[in-house]
């Protein structure tokens, strides 16, 4: 018992000196943050006073965001459908391909889609195109990565009974992997979806279309008032598409389609075999209608793209010194805003979590600001903390803070709730007050499942810190930005490989402790 104590102290101490150090590194004061508060209100009060005429231009850069995120979306996953038959482990035709593929993708999914907007703008000019082109590059990553571990996870005697009934490698396919698929891509599509809508309300901030570019200049022009109504109706949309999507996603999993007869499963199985080619031939058509590009301006974006890769292959290995410089920058923010965010979360949990908070309504209101905090993706949040503590990490590390909080508070209060009543009532039978029951009971009981989802939140914190430079809140994005603006395609090759194998290192060190944790 002793022993226990000396363990959690030294552990506590030890968290403690990290976070102290951390925060020298990215500059965090509190005599900075007070002397910011009174712009962050000043802001916060213009923000209250909003432009209620602003309304309809907001909505036409909205409906070109949907629009990006749908098109984007839908070509993500039709795309991913038959590279995942490619590389699943279970059924992959040719290893040696399929880990060639496994490793490029694996790169590319280290770059965030602001990064993939920001080289397109370069090739593709400004507008939409270049903006779709990148939210299609992670629906695909993200769609591949799922399609992936479904495939795997298919069972290896349903296989083998298909296999030993003389089926062919096509026949297994055909009748046993892709029924099951399709009818996993309108919960892939939602999942995507979700994050190509927040993705896409920043592409604009690069020139790459959306609700993003009228972000960017209000920001700029100090237009509060319009910002007000923005932020409102963005807030509105995404809180409306994810419960939408949560709504669809739980009614494909809990219904099973019957058929009353055969020619009722004929007719359907006819009208799909037509529907697919057809929306297939609608979505390019649509797609192409809605790109703001000319055709030759396309041929002469490819020049440039290649001309551009060709010189991004031959890096600039003498810009070292600046690419650590960037990297360690990157690192020391993503590491303290998930430790930050960590501590909040264990916090608010207790408040947020319905079954174990003081009062029901604390939990209502807790989440409806948890909500807002995760709504909004954290380039937006640093340019606020930008305006009051100035340029450098400690606007993107605040920023990330408080975006983790809002993130780790939210998954970690749902473990909360889904854990079985009578553990929480046998705790609460011995006397424990509900705090108590949460500290020295429920948290110790779900530890592991806190440590894993922190791990996650630092994995994607990682890619988060590699952007928040883009608009000189510190990180390896302000160099990055820099070099784009300039066309040193070299050095840009060189810190998007540097700040890839940070990202791809973070992560197998990530996947490492977690099944430590697990096991």
């Not at 296999?163 to 046993?176: E, K, M, N, P």
């Not at 995404?238 to 996603?249: A, E, G, K, M, V």
């Not at 791809?504 to 977690?514: M, Y």
């Amino acid at each position: 018992m002793y022993k226990n104590k000396l363990y959690k102290i030294i552990a506590t101490m030890i968290f403690l000196i990290i976070l102290l150090y951390l925060g020298i590194k990215v500059e965090f004061s509190f005599n900075r943050l007070f002397k910011g508060i009174p712009s962050m209100m000043n802001l916060f009060v213009r923000i209250l006073r909003p432009n209620l005429s602003y309304g309809n231009e907001v909505f036409e850069k909205l409906i070109e965001t949907i629009q990006m995120a749908i098109i984007s979306s839908i070509t993500g996953v039709l795309l991913a459908l038959p590279f995942s038959l490619l590389i699943a482990d279970n059924i992959k035709p040719n290893k040696f391909i399929a880990n060639i593929i496994i490793f490029f993708f694996s790169v590319a999914r280290t770059i965030p889609s602001l990064i993939w907007a920001t080289l397109l703008v370069s090739i593709f000019s400004i507008g939409k195109f270049s903006g779709i082109i990148a939210l299609s590059i992670i629906a695909f990553l993200m769609s591949l990565k799922l399609f992936k571990e479904y495939i795997e996870g298919i069972n290896e005697n349903q296989l083998n009974s298909t296999l030993s009934v003389g089926a062919t490698s096509i026949q297994v396919l055909r009748y046993c992997i892709l029924p099951n698929i399709l009818q996993l891509i309108v919960s892939v599509f939602f999942i995507v979806f979700e994050t190509n809508i927040r993705g896409a309300t920043i592409l604009g901030l690069v020139g790459a279309g959306g609700v993003g570019q009228i972000m960017w200049r209000d920001l700029n022009h100090l237009r509060y008032d319009n910002l007000s109504i923005l932020i409102m109706i963005l807030f509105i949309t995404i809180l409306c598409i994810d419960l939408f999507s949560l709504y669809i996603r739980n009614y494909l999993l809990n219904k099973s389609i019957k058929y009353k007869s055969l020619k009722t499963y004929k007719r359907v199985k006819f009208i799909k075999t037509i529907f697919i080619p057809l929306s297939i031939v609608i979505l390019a058509y649509t797609t192409w209608s809605l790109l703001d590009i000319s055709y030759e301006r396309f041929l002469i974006g490819l020049n440039q793209g290649k001309e551009m890769l060709i010189r991004m292959v031959r890096i600039d290995i003498s810009y070292y010194p600046q690419l650590i410089k960037g990297i360690k920058e990157s690192l020391f923010i993503a590491i303290f805003a998930t430790m930050v965010g960590s501590i909040f979360a264990f916090v608010l949990a207790y408040f947020t979590a319905y079954n174990i908070s003081p009062q029901r309504s604390i939990s209502f209101l807790l989440k409806i600001i948890i909500n807002i905090f995760r709504t909004f993706p954290p380039i937006i949040t640093a340019i606020i903390f930008f305006r009051g503590v100035g340029p450098g990490p400690l606007a993107g590390a605040m920023a990330l803070s408080i975006y983790t909080t809002g993130v780790l508070t939210k998954m970690y209060s749902e473990v909360l709730e889904n854990i079985e009543e009578n553990i929480k009532n046998s705790i609460l039978s011995t006397g424990a007050s509900n705090i108590q029951t949460y500290v020295h009971g429920l948290f110790p009981h779900t530890f592991s499942t806190f440590i894993s989802l922190a791990l996650y939140r630092l994995e994607s914190n990682i890619r988060n810190a590699t952007i928040l430079g883009i608009i000189g809140a510190g990180g390896i994005g302000t160099i990055l930005s820099m070099n784009v603006t300039w066309r040193n395609w070299e050095k840009v090759g060189f810190l998007l490989l540097g700040s890839s194998l940070m990202v791809l290192v973070i992560d197998r060190i990530s996947n490492s402790l977690r099944k430590i944790i697990q096991n």
